[in-house]
């Protein structure tokens, strides 16, 4: 029997192949052309300068790796541009780019860019726009928006932009964060009802008339500064309206069946829900993720215990399907490429089991030792928004922050790469050396310590300045330390790809007192809860009960004042911190910051910058005063005798 014929004669094959490599090469030159054109337009104002890697016959990514400054890459295409505090100016032609199909985000935040509103409209693609901190001005136009079907956040503020709020932006659907403060629009609010917006910021313009009620929950902040704005959250009433509803008539038949219909949706919903946990249940009873080698440490600290919480061990992991098997998303520059499947075929170690999920220590066959942390409440987000926040965390390079490796997403749980830092964590430095032979943290150790962490989270804040709370989960277990005990800041920025009402309950920055107060974080809520990690570092006093779930504010105030109310000698201090020789003033004068940052009262709470700036001053030994706007010499050396009076913080207003 003849053999049967193939449906591809060689030479037919061989033509498409070599038309679809030539498309592929076609795509990425238009990439790199579009890019020079928009740099070009750049040049005149700076952008030559900051762009010099931009240059023809290179490429400017490769597959999710960017080779050319502020390019953000997804699968070997051009998907973002981040151009921020690069000190460009003149007019932004942004058409330019609408050549690049793949394009998602766009970021030319603090830089001096003016003229009118750039045409995004040309770019309907757009997820996110960032063009806040600029010198942009004029009326926007009302329909700008009205192309937009995936649109996800608008960050214009800081500009001069006058003129209506475009109506618009009522119909971006999948709207989350919109940002217009410190513009000069007027008019009313748009009635923005979007599900799922939960940042909206139109403090500082000239609007009036009343408050959305779809917005009337969020912060009074985000509209103070507008004279004539009314209703909630404002204190100030719209005055007397005639929208008395009136008297509930009758159901009509046709509305009764509607009730019917819903109620028998929602039953039906329940019936899914209650289905999916059993199933979930059953889920739990299969064999691990990880390798089943995996041996947990033996005698746990108490300090391990207590930053676990009450939560308890889980020895096993979910088994990811054969089926839902996805790819490790690299995001790190130069960290060496591994698969999913060297994940689960290395020997690996449980470092601990808490609240968000599990960690290991795995050591890759001729490769590095990484942690890698399964989370399993981490649903704030769909796939698209958490990739793109996993890129800008990857993104970020300071020497006190631990850098994100790799991710894998999959919609149950996810995976976070990390490098391992073999030293451990601060948390167990200060509490769980047992009878250890390590030697206790002496003050220049504390010191470096306390300034590293100040200036990684700093870096922070001036980085995510879109996130309320840049790190959100900052305590001592979550502070590595390297092999010359510099720290190494790590679980920070999660809050927006978390679930919020796990992160409320869990998160340090939701244990803050305007958290319990008004039921959500500030911009301070961080510096809160660096203040309990200098006081911690000082006194050598662990805040277990603030760790643990519970009311927000409460048990870590009263940890506070227990801390306040001690005798101000030399007894405060950890006794077994050594090296304090000449050094007791600078330490007082840290103590005073770590009150400062935790005032009770969010107004009168040192802002970051300010506890910064005084923590660089600080010295290892009191005689070094040159550069010190704490006290004179004089001053130094009675600051040991400091009274309650003088430094009680106002935890009672």
Known sequence: MAGRASPWPPRLLMLILTLMASSLHLSHSTDVDVLLKFKESLAPNGGDAVLQNWVAGTTPCNVNVSLWTGVICDTGDVYGLQLEKM?????LSIDILVDLPFLRTLSFMNN???GPMPKIEKLPALKSIYLSNNRFSGEIADGVFKKFRSMKKVHLSHNQFTGRIPTSLLGLTRLLELRLDDNKFEGPIPDLRQPGLYLVNMSYNNLEGPIPARLSKMKASMFEGN?????PPLDISCGSSSSSSSPSSKLTPALLVIIIVIAIGVLLAIIGVIFFMLRGSRKQMEPGLVSPSITKKSDPSEADKLEQGSVESSGGAKKVAKEEH?????????AQRFELQDLLKA?????????????????????PAVVVKRFNKMNGVGREDFQEHMRRLGRLSHPSLLPLVAYYYRKEEKLLVTDYIPNGSLAHMLHGRGGSNIPPL????????????????????????MLTVPHGHLKSSNVLLDDSYEPILTDYALVPVMNQTHASQIMVAYKSPECAERGRPSRK????????LILEILTGKFPANYLRQGRAGTDLASWVNSVVKEEWTGEVFDNEMGGTKNGEGEMLKLLQIGLGCCEMDVEKRWDLRMAVDKIEELREKENDEEDSSFATEGEANTSKAMTEDELLLSTNN
Do not use: H, Q
């Open 442 to 465: 002496d003050w220049p150790t504390r010191l470096k310590i306390v300034k590293g962490v100040a200036r990684g989270l700093a870096f922070l804040y001036e980085e995510l300045p």
């Open 326 to 334: 996805g790819k490790l998303m690299f995001v790190k520059e130069g």
């Open 525 to 532: 809520s961080d510096v809160w809860s660096f203040g309990i």
């Open 227 to 231: 004279k004539n704005l009314c209703g």
């Open 87 to 91: 000190k460009l100016s003149g007019l």
């Open 112 to 114: 001096d860019f003016e």
């Open 347 to 367: 020997s690996a170690e449980v470092l601990g089991s808490g609240n968000f999920g599990s960690s290991y220590k795995a050591i890759l066959f001729d490769g």
